[in-house]
């Protein structure tokens, strides 16, 4: 089945602890993305990836990295989690480079950071 | 700077109750207007993709059009189970971002 998943669904942790939040794809996508996701503000790209090794940022990239070794992976990686990164976090694939295919999103991934 | 706005925020329809929900774009030059649909608590799930003015696209009682400056999303007829937020984006111009609106949330009551 063409999916995105992500892991953990479900994530609490406590201030300045590093943790990494993995997406993968199993659709041969060219494209990915990281969003954020709060009441009142929609959904916000944090990162995006148009290939291997090629990654740039979105609206609201400050507290996060990512990389993308390989074609499906694209973990967030949260240095120093903040109160102020508790958010709904969505992975989104699209078939090429660009951003103007169809984006398959993961089913999200929510922080608590306490 | 690229933006997409969306109308109205929230809307609230009796069953069978026709409407539209707004999604203003102002991109450079447009390469592509998506809408989705997203369920509480779920990522978002894809309806259209609408590439150039006069664009129009059907999926059972809906229909979304393109103008040079806004896209429309019609709901004909709406049942209980089109009770969703429906967003818009677009591809930034100059870059391969994409720019989400707010989203519109519709709840259509029995």
């Known amino acids: 089945e063409a999916q995105v998943t992500q892991n953990p669904r479900y994530l609490i942790t406590v201030t300045g602890k590093k943790l990494t939040v993995t997406c993968s794809q199993n659709?041969?996508?060219?494209?990915m993305s990281w969003y954020r996701q709060d009441p009142g503000l929609g959904l916000r790209q944090i990162y995006y990836?148009?290939?291997?090794?090629?990654?740039d940022k979105g609206d609201v990239p400050e507290g996060y990295k990512v990389s993308r070794k390989e074609k499906r992976n694209f973990p967030l990686i949260l240095e120093s989690p903040s109160p102020n990164q508790t958010s709904l976090y969505f992975c989104?694939?699209?078939?090429?480079?660009?951003?103007?295919?169809?984006?398959?999103f993961g089913p999200g991934t929510r922080l608590t950071v306490l | 700077e690229d933006q997409v706005t969306q109308s109205p925020e929230a809307l609230r329809l009796q069953e069978g109750e026709s409407s539209s929900l707004n999604c203003s774009y102002t991109?450079?030059?447009?390469?592509?207007l998506f809408w989705y649909r997203q369920d509480p608590g779920k990522g978002p799930e894809f309806l259209f993709t609408?590439?150039?003015a006069g664009e129009e696209k059907e999926k059972e009682r809906l229909k979304a059009t393109l103008t040079k400056k806004e896209s429309f999303l019609h709901i004909t007829a709406p049942k209980p189970e089109d009770s969703a937020t429906y967003l818009c984006?677009?591809?930034?111009?100059?870059?391969?971002?994409?720019?989400f609106g707010k989203g519109t949330r519709l709840h259509i009551l029995p």
């Open positions: 989104a694939s699209s078939l090429t480079s660009g951003g103007t295919d169809t984006q398959y």
């Open positions: 659709m041969n996508h060219e494209y």
């Open positions: 990836s148009m290939n291997v090794e090629v990654t």
């Open positions: 991109v450079s030059g447009l390469r592509g």
């Open positions: 609408l590439y150039s």
């Open positions: 984006a677009v591809p930034g111009w100059g870059d391969d971002k994409i720019i």
